[in-house]
């Protein structure tokens, strides 16, 4: 039987997490067989490796484009008005420029209760740049370890336009780990592997910009 190796290589990673496979989850049960990271400064660095499952609902980059579907019913990144989860540790930003928000008198927001019930308006750690459905509008929410378990996004002036945010804690095979100038560190070795499934991602970030350069080697699957 012949075993299909493969490898994944990020460059330059700074301190937005940059993932493999690039911008999709594992399709198969795969099984890596090493991790390398690389410190391209000339200063130490701290580098973190760690992992999700079913990032579907992770947005791309972070970032999720709102827009709304002939009924006003909110959709991002294309879905009309998902349950998403979001990680613990991050800031996303919600771009609300589409036109059609404007025109459907929309307003995007957060609230610790469906549709907003109950004055229940949600706007720690949220930050609103511009007017929803201009140019530019957005809304970004950073997600700690003090925010609720569950939000939701709604519209201000509709019901039943949105749906739950969940509060998910990413795992870590790796936190902030020194690395010197010019040197490298192995997460796998001694014969050590790791098991990923379908919907898994990994993710890979530093404390410094630019700094992180990652190869990963994985058994992709089992041919006859």
């Not at 594992?26 to 991790?35: E, V």
């Not at 690389?38 to 200063?43: I, S, V």
């Not at 991050?90 to 609230?111: E, K, L, P």
Request: proline share 3%.
């Amino acid at each position: 039987m012949a075993q299909d190796f493969e490898r994944d290589i990020l460059t330059g990673v700074g301190t937005t997490p940059d993932d493999i496979p690039s911008g999709s989850d594992f399709n198969s049960d795969d099984t890596i067989i090493g991790i390398n990271m690389a410190n391209t400064t000339d200063n130490q660095i701290e580098a973190s490796c760690f992992m999700t499952s079913s990032v579907l609902t992770y947005g791309s980059d972070f970032a999720f484009t709102v827009t709304v579907d002939g009924s006003g019913n909110f959709v991002l990144d294309g879905q009309t008005k998902p349950a998403i989860t979001l990680y613990r540790g991050f800031t996303y930003t919600f771009d609300v420029s589409n036109s059609g928000i404007a025109s459907g008198n929309h307003v995007f927001a957060f609230a610790t209760e469906a549709d907003g019930a109950n004055s229940s308006g949600y706007t720690t750690g949220v930050t609103t740049t511009g007017t929803q459905g201009q140019a530019g509008a957005k809304i970004t929410l950073q997600v700690t370890d003090s925010t609720p378990a569950t939000l939701y996004y709604y519209c201000t002036n509709h019901n039943n336009r949105g749906n739950s945010i969940t509060m998910s804690n990413v795992h870590y095979i790796i936190k902030n780990a020194p690395i010197p100038r010019g040197g490298a560190l192995q997460l796998l070795d001694g014969g050590a592997k790791m098991v990923v499934q379908n919907g898994d991602r990994m993710f890979f970030q530093s404390n410094t910009v630019s700094s992180l350069d990652v190869w990963v080697s994985r058994v992709d699957s089992i041919s006859t």
